[in-house]
Nanobody
Framework: EVQLVESGGGSAQEGESLTLSCAVSEFAVYSNSMGWFRQAPGNEREWVARISPYGNLYYADSVQGRATMSRDNHKNTVSLQMDSLKLEDSGTYYC?????????????WGKGTQVTVSS
Protein backbone atom coordinates (compact mmCIF):
# COMPACT_ATOMS: atom_id res chain seq x y z
CA GLU A 1 0.00 0.00 0.00
CA VAL A 2 1.42 3.35 -1.03
CA GLN A 3 1.72 5.76 1.87
CA LEU A 4 2.77 9.39 1.96
CA VAL A 5 3.43 10.98 5.32
CA GLU A 6 4.07 14.69 5.56
CA SER A 7 5.96 16.33 8.39
CA GLY A 8 7.59 19.62 9.26
CA GLY A 9 4.54 21.78 9.51
CA GLY A 10 4.01 24.17 12.35
CA SER A 11 3.88 27.83 13.21
CA ALA A 12 6.15 30.48 11.79
CA GLN A 13 6.35 34.23 11.58
CA GLU A 14 6.09 36.18 8.38
CA GLY A 15 9.44 36.24 6.63
CA GLU A 16 10.67 33.04 8.23
CA SER A 17 11.34 29.73 6.54
CA LEU A 18 9.85 26.30 6.93
CA THR A 19 10.77 22.97 5.39
CA LEU A 20 8.20 20.27 4.83
CA SER A 21 9.07 16.66 4.19
CA CYS A 22 7.16 13.77 2.71
CA ALA A 23 8.18 10.20 3.42
CA VAL A 24 6.93 7.79 0.80
CA SER A 25 6.58 4.03 1.01
CA GLU A 26 5.77 1.45 -1.67
CA PHE A 27 6.35 4.00 -4.42
CA ALA A 28 9.66 5.24 -5.78
CA VAL A 29 9.68 9.02 -5.73
CA TYR A 30 11.86 9.12 -8.85
CA SER A 31 9.51 6.94 -10.89
CA ASN A 32 6.93 9.63 -11.56
CA SER A 33 6.12 13.20 -10.71
CA MET A 34 5.74 14.21 -7.09
CA GLY A 35 3.84 17.28 -6.06
CA TRP A 36 2.97 19.58 -3.20
CA PHE A 37 -0.44 21.13 -2.79
CA ARG A 38 -2.00 23.29 -0.11
CA GLN A 39 -5.44 24.22 1.07
CA ALA A 40 -6.42 27.15 3.22
CA PRO A 41 -9.68 27.10 5.17
CA GLY A 42 -12.55 27.93 2.89
CA ASN A 43 -10.40 27.66 -0.22
CA GLU A 44 -9.92 24.96 -2.77
CA ARG A 45 -6.78 22.89 -2.80
CA GLU A 46 -4.15 24.55 -4.94
CA TRP A 47 -1.03 23.21 -6.54
CA VAL A 48 2.25 24.54 -5.15
CA ALA A 49 5.15 22.67 -6.70
CA ARG A 50 6.04 19.61 -8.74
CA ILE A 51 9.14 17.64 -9.60
CA SER A 52 9.20 15.45 -12.68
CA PRO A 53 10.89 12.06 -12.79
CA TYR A 54 13.68 13.80 -14.71
CA GLY A 55 14.16 16.30 -11.93
CA ASN A 56 12.49 19.25 -13.61
CA LEU A 57 10.93 21.63 -11.12
CA TYR A 58 7.76 23.63 -11.50
CA TYR A 59 6.26 26.17 -9.11
CA ALA A 60 3.03 28.05 -8.80
CA ASP A 61 3.36 31.78 -9.39
CA SER A 62 2.35 32.41 -5.79
CA VAL A 63 5.48 30.68 -4.46
CA GLN A 64 7.91 31.18 -7.35
CA GLY A 65 11.21 32.40 -5.97
CA ARG A 66 10.29 31.48 -2.40
CA ALA A 67 9.80 27.73 -2.65
CA THR A 68 12.32 25.00 -3.36
CA MET A 69 11.21 21.45 -3.91
CA SER A 70 13.72 18.63 -3.74
CA ARG A 71 13.85 14.88 -3.91
CA ASP A 72 16.01 12.32 -2.15
CA ASN A 73 15.91 9.11 -4.12
CA HIS A 74 17.88 7.21 -1.50
CA LYS A 75 15.62 8.16 1.38
CA ASN A 76 12.57 8.08 -0.91
CA THR A 77 11.42 11.47 0.28
CA VAL A 78 10.53 14.82 -1.18
CA SER A 79 10.78 18.15 0.56
CA LEU A 80 9.46 21.64 0.16
CA GLN A 81 11.36 24.57 1.59
CA MET A 82 9.35 27.73 1.87
CA ASP A 83 11.22 30.98 2.45
CA SER A 84 9.98 34.49 3.13
CA LEU A 85 6.72 33.10 4.41
CA LYS A 86 3.59 35.16 3.97
CA LEU A 87 0.31 35.05 5.83
CA GLU A 88 -1.32 33.59 2.74
CA ASP A 89 1.01 30.61 2.87
CA SER A 90 -0.99 29.28 5.81
CA GLY A 91 -2.90 26.10 5.20
CA THR A 92 -2.66 22.36 5.10
CA TYR A 93 0.10 21.14 2.83
CA TYR A 94 -0.29 17.85 1.03
CA CYS A 95 2.24 15.66 -0.69
CA UNK A 96 1.10 13.82 -3.81
CA UNK A 97 2.58 11.07 -5.96
CA UNK A 98 2.12 9.44 -9.36
CA UNK A 99 0.86 12.12 -11.68
CA UNK A 100 -1.20 11.19 -14.72
CA UNK A 101 0.43 13.20 -17.52
CA UNK A 102 -2.82 13.43 -19.46
CA UNK A 103 -5.12 14.65 -16.72
CA UNK A 104 -2.52 16.16 -14.44
CA UNK A 105 -4.09 14.50 -11.45
CA UNK A 106 -2.17 12.65 -8.78
CA UNK A 107 -3.07 9.18 -7.67
CA UNK A 108 -1.69 9.08 -4.13
CA TRP A 109 -2.02 11.66 -1.39
CA GLY A 110 -0.81 12.18 2.11
CA LYS A 111 -2.99 13.38 4.95
CA GLY A 112 -1.33 16.75 5.15
CA THR A 113 0.63 18.88 7.55
CA GLN A 114 -0.56 22.20 8.90
CA VAL A 115 1.36 25.43 8.36
CA THR A 116 0.36 28.57 10.18
CA VAL A 117 2.05 31.86 9.40
CA SER A 118 1.46 34.77 11.73
CA SER A 119 2.49 38.40 11.76
Amino acid sequence: EVQLVESGGGSAQEGESLTLSCAVSEFAVYSNSMGWFRQAPGNEREWVARISPYGNLYYADSVQGRATMSRDNHKNTVSLQMDSLKLEDSGTYYCAADRDPLSGTFKYWGKGTQVTVSS
